[in-house]
């Protein structure tokens, strides 16, 4: 099994719709984050979390919205999807602590909102 | 803050010939430096990294890159590329003190022909 799995792995939803993609890890770490891939744009960070009471916007998070129901779990919604919100997204993980920490990434999402 | 900039959005390259893909980075604080991979309908996975020591890195499968620091600069390079290298590679950094998250360059997608 994957240590960092996403769901879906494929979504195509319409505007307005909510939608939520989840993501699980195995690896024990306390940090975890939502990314957003689009061509020519690279990695976009949405949301972040270092622990689970703790939630920080990245770069892009108007229109997103995240909840961290456990250290293992840590979800994506767009409450009313819009279709400049079709990319493929991305969760990672990483290890707590001081000094340099390895992200390890999920699959991914593609979602498609039309 | 810190930020990454890719010079090069394509790099197609002839099977056993050399590459180097180009990355500069900005930021007012120390830094880790960063190249990951992503291989086709895959996630990112971690190729090489600059902690401290040794400014050239070396990843398994023969890539190497070189911090500059005067230069701001962290290029990738390999001698002779083979046709599994086709991907995309990000170069991300991140701060060595502080707990923001890795910010990735916009991507270079490298096209190995045959």
């Known amino acids: 099994d994957a240590d960092v799995t996403q769901t879906p792995r494929n979504r195509i939803t319409k505007t307005g719709k909510r939608i939520m993609l989840e993501c699980s890890q195995t690896?024990?770490?306390?940090?975890m984050y939502w990314y957003r891939q689009d061509p020519g744009l690279g990695l976009r960070l949405i949301y972040y979390?270092?622990?689970?009471?703790?939630?920080n916007k990245g770069e892009i998070s108007d229109g997103y919205s995240v909840s961290r129901q456990a250290q293992a779990k840590f979800s994506l919604s767009l409450e009313s999807a819009i279709p400049n919100q079709t990319a493929l997204y991305f969760c990672a993980t990483s290890k707590a602590g001081t000094g340099w920490s390895e992200a390890f990434f999920g699959q991914g999402t593609r979602l498609t909102v039309v | 803050a810190q930020s990454v900039t890719q010079l090069d959005s394509q790099v197609p390259v002839f099977e056993e010939a050399p590459v180097e893909l180009r990355c500069n980075y900005s930021s007012s604080v120390s830094v880790y430096l960063f190249w990951y991979v992503q291989y086709p309908n895959q996630g990112l996975q971690l190729l090489l990294k600059?902690?401290?020591?040794?400014?050239l890195v070396e990843s398994i499968n023969g890539f190497e890159a070189e911090f500059n620091k005067s230069q701001t600069s962290f290029h990738l390079r390999k001698p002779s590329v083979h046709i599994s290298d086709t991907a995309e590679y990000f170069c991300?950094?991140?701060?060595?003190?502080?707990?923001?998250?890795?910010?990735f360059g916009k991507g270079t997608r490298l096209s190995v022909i045959a």
């Open positions: 979390s270092f622990d689970v009471k703790d939630i």
């Open positions: 690896k024990g770490h306390d940090r």
């Open positions: 600059y902690l401290s020591g040794s400014t």
């Open positions: 991300a950094v991140g701060p060595r003190s502080g707990n923001t998250p890795l910010v």
